[in-house]
C-alpha cells in the first residue's frame, strides 16, 4: 500500500523566512511518481512539481526547493524568503505504476507579514 | 486549454435526496479522476476512468454512489439517497496519462442538511 505523511499540519512564520515542509511516503514499488500541490484558500489545487523516482536531483524553482531523498523516503519542500501570498495548505502525494494519486493530509502555512 | 470545469459549485440538498455533478476534463486528456475531501483532510481518491472504462473505485465508494464517463469525454458523479456523511468538497482532475501531473477543477461543495 501507498501511504504518505505530512507530520506538520501547522507552521507559522514571518515574512522572509525560510521554511521547510516535510512529505515522507510509504510504497514497495521502484517506479513511483512525487508531487507537491498547493491549494490557496480559494481552494483549486495548483501543481507544484513532479519528481520520478528515477531522478534524485534536487530541484530550485524561484523560491521554491525540492529535496529528494530516497534513503530516507522523503520528499521535502523549502521555500526561501516566504512572503504572504506563499499562505496556503500545501499537499506531498504520491503515484505508482498506474494507480492514481495517493495524497498527505497537508501542511498549512502561514505567513504572516 | 480552459481548464478542468465542474458544475455545481455548491450544492446543498437535504438527506435521502439524490444528487449528480458534472466535470469536464481537458479535451485531450485520457485519465478522469473523482476524489474527495473534508476539512482539514488532503484529497480522498473515489475513482478513476481511461477514457470511458472506469478502473477502479475506492472501498468509500459505496453502492450509493456512481461515475459515468460516457464516450470518454465528460463525467457525472450521481450520490443516492445522501447522508450527512456525504457533505464534502468533490474534486475532479484529468491528466494525459499515468503519472503525469493532475489538473484540478474548482470543486463541488456538497452540503446535506
Known amino acids: 500500500a501507498q501511504k504518505v505523511t505530512q507530520a506538520q499540519t501547522e507552521i507559522s512564520v514571518v515574512e522572509k523566512e525560510d521554511v521547510t515542509l516535510d512529505c515522507v511516503y510509504e510504497?514497495?514499488?521502484?517506479?513511483?511518481?512525487l508531487f507537491w500541490y498547493k491549494q490557496p484558500p480559494s481552494g483549486e489545487l495548483v501543481f507544484l512539481i513532479r519528481r520520478n523516482s528515477f531522478d534524485e536531483q534536487n530541484e530550485i524553482s524561484g523560491r521554491y526547493s525540492w529535496n529528494f531523498q530516497k534513503s530516507t523516503s522523503s520528499f521535502n519542500f523549502t521555500i526561501t524568503a516566504s512572503q504572504v501570498v506563499d499562505s496556503a495548505v500545501y499537499f506531498c502525494?504520491?503515484?505508482?505504476?498506474?494507480?492514481?494519486?495517493?495524497f498527505g493530509t497537508g501542511t498549512r502555512l502561514l505567513v504572516s507579514p | 486549454d480552459t481548464g478542468v470545469s465542474q458544475d455545481p459549485r455548491h450544492k446543498i440538498t437535504k438527506r435521502g435526496q439524490n444528487v449528480t455533478f458534472r466535470c469536464d476534463p481537458i479535451s485531450e486528456h485520457n485519465r478522469l479522476y473523482w476524489y474527495r475531501q473534508t476539512l482539514g483532510q488532503g484529497p480522498e481518491f473515489l475513482t478513476y476512468?481511461?477514457?470511458?472504462?472506469?478502473?477502479?473505485k475506492s472501498r468509500l465508494l459505496s453502492d450509493r454512489f456512481s461515475a459515468e464517463r460516457p464516450k470518454g469525454s465528460f463525467s457525472t458523479l450521481e450520490i443516492q439517497r445522501t447522508e450527512q456523511g456525504d457533505s464534502a468538497m468533490y474534486l475532479c482532475?484529468?491528466?494525459?496519462?499515468?503519472?503525469?501531473?493532475?489538473?484540478f477543477g474548482s470543486g463541488t461543495q456538497l452540503s446535506v442538511l
Open positions: 482532475a484529468s491528466s494525459l496519462n499515468s503519472g503525469e501531473k493532475l489538473f
Open positions: 510504497t514497495r514499488d521502484t517506479t513511483y511518481y
Open positions: 476512468f481511461q477514457n470511458e472504462a472506469q478502473l477502479e
Open positions: 502525494a504520491l503515484s505508482t505504476g498506474f494507480q492514481k494519486l495517493v
